[in-house]
């Protein structure tokens, strides 16, 4: 029997069988993984296996490559916080969805996941957790191989007046150095600098990380379509503003 403990983010939930459930989690130490909840749908687990819960998480299985089986403890919840702010519970599913979007199963990113729970936590108090959302799928980008380089113009190497982002290397590039190509350029806002947090800078922000996702991290992963519930907290997000 191959076991191991720790907590997890509870990321999914799909029923399996008549009873039980497959539960999907993002640990510290084991990456995304999946197992088996018996007895999930039941008044006493389901409650607790709510997307965005902060799970005590024991896995059993006989061999490694097997599914297996989890039993669960509650740690925290977060749903119940978030479910008076629309945009935070839109932005909660979002982050989940694209968590078990791109990670891959089994592989773990200790920084990354610190990060991960930083976030649930800040929307689940209901501060700082919009440019915290956008640093995340920044930092989703960097984790899966598309990292964006803002560190200094891609055509004349200064780190001054960056204004806009490569669509192609995702290298920024200077207003000056831009010339022609403006309009074919993404934006680079302040805040994925570490400016200013404004509502306008967040939604600019998001196009170009949105981009990168679409363009370069789905396509890697079998061109699967990203998670709708990423494009309705952009949606939410515009109306809002």
Avoid at 109 to 128: K, S, W
């Amino acid at each position: 029997m191959i076991e191991w403990r720790e907590e997890g983010v509870l990321l999914s939930v799909r029923p399996h069988g008549e009873t039980s459930v497959i539960v999907e989690a993002f640990t510290e130490g084991h990456g995304r993984h999946l197992g088996v909840v018996r007895g999930g749908i039941s008044r006493k687990l389901a409650p607790v296996l709510q997307p965005g819960a902060q799970l005590d998480l024991h896995w059993k299985a006989r061999l490694e490559d097997h599914l297996g089986a989890f039993s669960v403890e509650p740690i925290k919840g977060r749903a119940a916080a978030v479910l008076g702010d629309r945009l935070a519970l839109s932005a909660m599913s979002a982050a989940l969805a694209l968590a078990g979007f791109a990670l891959p199963e089994r592989a773990a990113y200790p920084v990354f996941y610190a990060q991960t729970v930083a976030l649930l936590d800040a929307m689940a108090a209901g501060t700082g957790w919009l440019p915290a959302y956008l640093d995340w799928e920044m930092a989703l980008l960097e984790q899966m191989g598309f990292g964006l380089d803002l560190s200094a113009c891609a055509v004349r190497g200064v780190n001054e007046d960056l204004a806009y982002v490569s669509p192609r290397t995702g290298r920024a590039v200077s207003r000056q150095a831009a010339g022609a190509w403006v309009d074919r350029l993404l934006p680079l806002p302040e805040v994925m600098l570490g400016g200013p947090a404004g509502l306008v800078g967040v939604q600019a922000g998001l196009r170009t990380t949105g981009h990168f996702l679409e363009e370069k991290l789905a396509p890697a992963l079998g061109n699967r379509p990203l998670p709708p519930a990423r494009a309705r907290f952009v949606d939410l997000l515009v109306k809002s503003g």
